[in-house]
Every structure is written in C-alpha cells, then in structure tokens.
C-alpha cells in the first residue's frame, strides 16, 4: 500500500498555556514540589501560581529601605508621608487591588431583611491583542482578609441626646489597647490625656538594654512596662482569632505609620520588635499633634468617686479630675490589681498558662515544615502552632518567634520571667516559642490574688535556680532530660539566646507535679506533630508566667464596669484581648463607646 503524504506542517502547540497574570508559559516551580509528594498532585495552572505569585508577594516591602529577596532594595512609596492621613489606606488599596485582567464585582443579596452587597473577584474575558482591559469604570477597592466586609472604620458620633463630658477623658497605659483608644478619642476632637506608668520609648530600650547588659533593674522600665506595652519587645505579631472590621482600620495605621507594607496582604503579618517602636513612636507623635497629652512615668494610684461614679483619679503625678477612664493597663500591673481590690471592686480569676520557652535551630523546623524545599527563598521563615490536650489541661505553643531570641522580661526584684522576640528580618539562628500549660480560677479556688501570689512563687523559684550563673540568670535544661526528669543541660548546635545567661536546673521540680507531668504528655505529642521537636539538642529555658492577665474586670455590654460608672475596662490587662491586634480592636471599641455617649470636653 502506498505509504500517505505527511500532514502540512503547522504551528508548534504551545507546552504550557500562557498565565493570565504574567504572560508566561505556566510551569510548576520545583520549589513547590513539596505540596505534590506530601500532600495532592498539583496541576500546572496552580503549581504555576505559587512558583511565580508567592516569590513576588513575599518580595513587597514598604515602611523604609527593605531588602527584596533579589537583592535590591525597597524603596517607601513615593509621594507618601510618614503619618500622612490616607496614606495607609493608599498603601492597603495598592498592595491588594485586582490583579491585571480581574475585576471586582458586587453581588447584591437579602437575608433576614437587611440589604448586604458582598464584593468577590471576576476574571475579565482576555482580549486578542493579549493586553488586560483596564475600563474608567474598573473599581479598584481591594479586597483583603476581611473581603465581604467593610474594613474601615466608620465615622462615629455621640448619640443626640449624649451629654458633655465636663472634663478630658484620660487613658490609663500606653500599650496597643490605650494607644488606640487615645488615638481614635484624639482623631475624634477629645483630646485625651494619657498617663503610662513607664517612660517613653527611647528611654524605655535604654532601660531594657542596661538591665540584659548588667542586671540592674528598672521595675517601671523593661519589657512589660513603658510606652507600647510588653508587644513591643516581642515578634509583632498582627495575627488574631477576633473576626472584626476595626482589625482593617488597625492594618491602616500601621501603615500609615511606617510599618511594613507586607502586613496588608500576609496570612501571618507581623512587623518586628525593630520596626515596631518606630510605629508607635510615630502614633503617639499624632494623638500630641491632635491635641493630646501623654505623661510618662505616671503611675495611677486610686479613684475618686461619688455616688458610685467616678469623678477623678489619683496618680504619682498627681490628681486628675475625670468622668471618663479608659483602664488599658497589661498583664503584670500587679499593684494596680491590688489597687483596685482594695479599692472594693472585684476582680475575676481568669485562665492564664504557665511554661517555658523551647529553643530549635530554625533550619531545623523548616526542614520538618518544608522538607525538601526548606531554604527556598520564596518561602516564609517555618513557624508552628502546637496544641494537645491532656486530660483535662491543654498544652499548647505561644508567641512563637521565627529567628527571634529569648529575653529576660522581669518587671520585679529577684524573680525571673522569660519571653520572646524577634526582628523584622527573623534572621536569627534559633526558633524559640513558649510552650505552656493551661490553669484556671478553679486551680485557686477563684481567688486572683491567690493566682497573682502563684505566678510571683515561680517566678522567684526561676531566680533562685539560676542565681549561681549571675543575676537573672535563667535555670534551663535539654528536653530530653526534662522529660527524664535529669535537670542536665548540654549546649550543642543549640546555642541559648536567653541575655542574662543560663544555667542546668531540673524544671520540673520548679512546677506542681502535675503541670510538669501534663507538658511531659504535650511534648511527646509534639514530636509526632514536628519530627525532632524533642530532639537531644532543643534547650527549654524557665520560666514563662506571662502568658496573660490572670484576672478580669467585669464590665457591661456597654463597656463600662459594672461595680464603678466612668470606669471602662480594656485591653489584656484588663483580661479582654490577648495580642497586639486584639488589644488595639478592644481599644477602638471602648473608645467608640466613649464617642457615642459623650461629647468632648469644652475648651
């Protein structure tokens, strides 16, 4: 049979179609061939996604000069002033408006009588000459983590029939809670006067310095007190559980302020212990420009009352008359919790953790996260959350610090706390994270002050195991050994970043029997979770008492306590947040509650 004529040649079909966004070939990045072998083949569209998408995010800086990950250097977006209202929301609209070839669209629907328009992402039709359509009409609102909802905080304004306060409302700390209630009072026409136990932030890192180079300490100047509360010298962490708008208008400020613009768009933002104290520097810098007044070194003392309200307050720097008392104390103001049982209002035990910090060479959890494209450098820096219940307690990680150190975080004589932080860039060697045991009212028959008088029993128990290796030295051991129970401490590749050294202790002995057998449990399950998480080599450094306020201050649905009318309960200390964002959104909602019941003071 005669052999057929070959089919006329043709164009050569393209391997791979074109990617909508960056007009290449859609290849799947190697890097993410981790995601196939462990968990589900992925087809090339979306292994293409991660390879070319992740890298370019992950590259986006703001807020100062910033290295991308190529090398170069970030520059702050032009035109854009440190402080300059609407520069965070410009920044936010920036980083998260639709891509090339994407539009928003609205979708208008009705439940339960109440009109919702809930904004999602569309893919406009691809035009032939390859280029994306760009029509006038495009909306360029960006969508976020809060998509569907309205980010931004709405104007807020006193009820018609809200009286005048007769005088200046005052905000007690200046941690993430009181400095966000003071800003929004102070955007708002209030003026606020707020008063922070600690010095300003300058002072403040001159203060922590001292004490980890000498172990001098400031009992109102160190990492739980002063201007930013104890989040400054910690990861920066933006991440919460709360699902709140006020968590946009949080992102907003930051930006605004000079934090990183990365924040806008990462599940996981965080901002660093560096970059942070200029941030806030920067916030408290607009509530004085606004009319604000803050007092440094201004320890709050008392209240004055009448008739079951609050008409003024007493301090360090004297009295002050108010009607209106924002209380954004932290977690280890302990002699204003006894102040205010003294004062006959009564506080609530609530539950707290207590533990140690765990230390790992960060490549190490990478390898155990990544595996085989751990050291990309399109990848974050591996970080964990762990949790195992046992029995009737939790174990569970906290404040986990990528390339972070341990930091002595005393705030009283002869005790010894510990905690975690790292810088914007977590180019540190270890990984460090608290890992803690849950223990609750009923641990202390409900008493606070019973559960205030055991975290100080640790914590003087920490100070005098390690007191032979220097002042506020801290007592650490190998996780091997402490679930042994050898008390033996031997330092490999695993290097201790605790500043005021360490020293071998057996841990458990400093814990009741039962909490230390409870994070024995939780650490052998931990191993299963991450593989080498009790490797010979991980350190464990006591002890971590600070996990949160062990007490709460009731207050009404209106956010006013329910034992003393003037007086609004707020922020971690108070025993309402835990963490920097869920602090400030506790602020912002005091705050607004404030707005709509008063009008701001004359003069």
């Known amino acids: 049979a005669p052999t057929p004529a070959p089919a006329a040649p043709g164009p050569h079909p393209a391997p791979h179609p074109a990617c ?43 807020g100062g000069q910033a290295q991308r990950m190529d090398g170069s250097v970030a520059q702050p977006p032009g035109g854009l002033k440190v402080g300059a209202a609407g520069a965070g929301r410009q920044i936010y609209d920036e980083a998260l408006r639709p891509q090339p070839g994407q539009h928003l669209r609205t979708q208008h629907l009705r439940r339960d009588g109440v009109h919702h328009g809930v904004e999602g992402r569309g893919q406009l039709p691809e035009p032939a000459d390859g280029h994306a359509p760009q029509p006038e009409a495009l909306r360029q609102r960006p969508l976020g983590r809060t998509a569907g909802r309205r980010r931004h905080l709405r104007p807020q304004c006193p009820q018609p029939d809200a009286q005048r306060l007769p005088h200046r409302p005052v905000v007690c700390g200046l941690g993430p809670a009181g400095l966000f209630a003071a800003l929004l009072l102070a955007r708002q026409g209030y003026k606020p006067i707020v008063l922070e136990r600690g ?22 100047a160190n990492i ?28 907003e400020v930051f930006l605004e302020h000079g934090a990183p613009r990365e924040i806008a768009w990462q599940q996981k933002p965080h901002v660093g212990t560096d970059l942070l104290r200029g941030v806030i520097t920067s916030i408290r810098r607009e509530i004085e420009a606004l009319g604000g007044e803050v007092h440094f070194n201004t320890a709050l003392t008392g209240f004055e009352q009448k008739n079951g309200r609050l008409t003024g307050i007493f301090t360090t720097g004297g009295t002050f008359p108010c009607e209106a008392l924002v209380f954004a104390v932290g977690h280890s103001a302990r002699d204003t919790f006894g102040m205010l049982m003294d004062s006959g209002l009564v506080l609530e035990c609530k539950p707290f953790s207590v533990g140690f910090r765990a230390e790992h060479l960060q490549s190490e959890i990478e390898k155990s996260l990544y595996h085989e494209a751990a050291g990309h450098p399109a990848l974050p820096r591996g970080e964990y959350q762990l949790s195992q219940h046992v029995g009737e307690r939790c174990v569970y990680t906290f404040c986990m610090c990528p390339g972070g150190q341990v930091v002595a975080s005393a705030s009283e004589e002869e005790r010894v706390v510990t905690n975690g932080m790292s810088y914007h860039a977590r180019s540190g060697k270890n990984a460090n994270a608290a890992v803690v045991v849950s223990v609750g009212g009923e641990d202390f028959g409900g008493d606070p002050r019973r559960a205030i008088a055991f975290q100080r029993e640790l914590e003087a128990k920490a100070y005098a195991a390690g007191r032979s290796a220097g002042e506020y030295a801290a007592p650490a051991e190998n996780i091997q050994s402490f679930l042994e129970g050898r008390g033996q401490l031997s330092i490999g590749r695993v290097q201790p970043t605790y500043d005021r050294g360490v020293r071998a202790a057996d841990l458990g002995a400093l814990l009741p029997t039962e909490l230390a057998d409870t994070l ?27 996990t949160s306020s062990p007490v709460r201050l009731k207050r009404e649905e209106d956010f006013e306590c329910a034992q003393l009318a003037g007086l609004y309960p707020c922020g971690e200390g108070a025993g309402y947040a835990g963490g920097i964002m869920s602090a400030a959104v506790d602020g912002l909602r005091v705050a607004r509650a404030i707005i709509s019941r008063y009008s ?4």
């Open 224 to 251: 739980q007190f002063g201007e930013g509360g104890a989040g400054t010298f910690s990861d920066g962490k933006l991440t919460t559980r709360i699902g709140d708008e006020l968590c946009g208008f949080v992102t």
């Open 199 to 220: 010095p300003a932030l300058e002072e403040r890192v001159k203060a922590v310095e001292h004490f980890s180079a000498t172990g001098e300490l400031d009992e109102n």
């Open 520 to 546: 024995r449990a939780g650490l052998r399950a931990y191993e299963r979770k991450i593989a080498g998480y009790t490797a010979p080599e991980a350190i464990l450094t006591g002890l971590e008492t600070r």
């Open 20 to 62: 909508r966004s960056c007009r290449r070939p859609q290849r799947p990045r190697s890097a993410f061939s981790f995601l196939s072998s462990c968990f589900l083949p992925l087809p090339d569209h979306l292994a293409h996604r991660l390879g070319h998408r992740l890298p370019c995010r992950l590259g986006r800086t703001g």
């Open 600 to 603: 701001p003071a004359e003069g």
